[in-house]
C-alpha cells in the first residue's frame, strides 16, 4: 500500500518528498499531490514503523540529510511453528479414531506415543480406543490409515519396523516359500553332480540344469540368513 504508506510520510515526518519517492517506490509528483490533498482524499496513512518496514531511527537519519536514501528494514522474524501433532484436515478428523483401533488390532507393538505421532492424536483418545472406553467405540470399525488418508505407506512401514525392531520381533517367513527354495536347491545339486534331470514332485519338468542356475536361487526367493 505504497500510497497509503506516503501519506503518513507526508503528514508525520519531514521528509522530503523525493526520499518518501524513493522509499514507497511512487513519482515525485504523486508524493506531490497527496501533500495536496488532490491524491490523499479519503485515503488512510499506513504507519511503515509498525509495519516494521523501518525505524525511527531511519526516519530522523533522513530527515536530518535531504540527500540520505531510506533503508527498508527486514522486517519482523516470522513466525514459526513448533514441532508438534501433525495437522489433520477436518474432513478427515471422523476417521481418525478407525485408523487407531486397525494400527492397534495389527500392530499392537505399536507404542501409544508412535500412533500420536503418526496419526496425530492424543495419548488420552489412544488409551480409551485399547480399553474399548472410548464414548464411541461401538461405532469405530478398524480401517487402514493409509486407505483412509491420515498417513503414508512409508511412514507407516517406518513406525511399524522401528516399534518391531524394538520389540525384538523378526518379519514372518514364508515356509511355503522356503520350502520350494531348498526343493530346488536339492535339484539343481543332483543334476551338476549327476548329469541327470529330475523334476521335484509336484512341480512340471524344467529345462536341463545349468551350474550357473544354483547361485540364481537365492537371488529369486531371496537370500536368508
Known amino acids: 500500500m ?9 503528514d508525520n515526518t519531514s ?26 482524499t ?20 533522513g530527515q536530518k540529510d535531504p ?16 514441532k508438534g501433532p501433525r495437522y489433520t484436515p477436518v474432513s478427515k478428523r471422523q476417521d481418525k479414531p478407525d485408523g487407531i483401533a486397525w494400527i492397534i488390532r495389527n500392530h499392537p507393538e505399536v507404542s501409544d506415543g ?13 488409551a480409551a480406543i485399547r480399553d474399548r472406553t472410548h464414548w464411541n467405540i461401538a461405532n469405530i470399525t478398524p480401517k487402514d490409515p493409509v486407505t483412509l488418508g491420515l498417513t503414508s505407506q512409508r511412514e507407516l512401514d517406518a513406525i511399524v519396523a522401528k516399534a518391531a525392531k524394538a520389540a525384538g520381533i523378526e518379519a514372518p517367513v514364508d515356509t511355503r516359500l522356503e520350502g ?44 536368508r540368513n
Open 2 to 10: 505504497p500510497h497509503a504508506t506516503a501519506s503518513w510520510l507526508v
Open 15 to 40: 521528509l522530503s518528498f523525493q526520499q518518501i519517492a524513493d522509499f514507497c517506490g511512487l513519482h515525485i509528483l504523486e508524493i506531490q499531490a497527496i501533500a495536496d490533498d488532490t491524491a490523499a
Open 42 to 61: 479519503k485515503l488512510t496513512g499506513r504507519d511503515p514503523v509498525r509495519a516494521h518496514e523501518i525505524t525511527l531511527e531511519e526516519i530522523e537519519k
Open 67 to 82: 540527500n540520505y536514501k531510506l533503508v527498508i528494514s527486514k522486517g519482523p522474524e516470522p513466525v514459526r511453528r513448533t
Open 114 to 126: 508412535q500412533i500420536s505421532q503418526l496419526i496425530g492424536t492424543t495419548r488420552t483418545t489412544i
Open 180 to 223: 520350494d527354495r531348498e526343493a530346488l536347491i536339492s535339484q539343481l545339486r543332483h543334476e551338476r553332480e549327476h548329469g541327470t534331470h529330475v523334476a521335484p514332485t509336484g512341480t512340471a519338468a524344467a529345462a536341463p540344469a545349468d551350474s550357473r542356475l544354483l547361485s540364481d536361487v537365492d537371488a529369486l526367493f531371496g537370500k
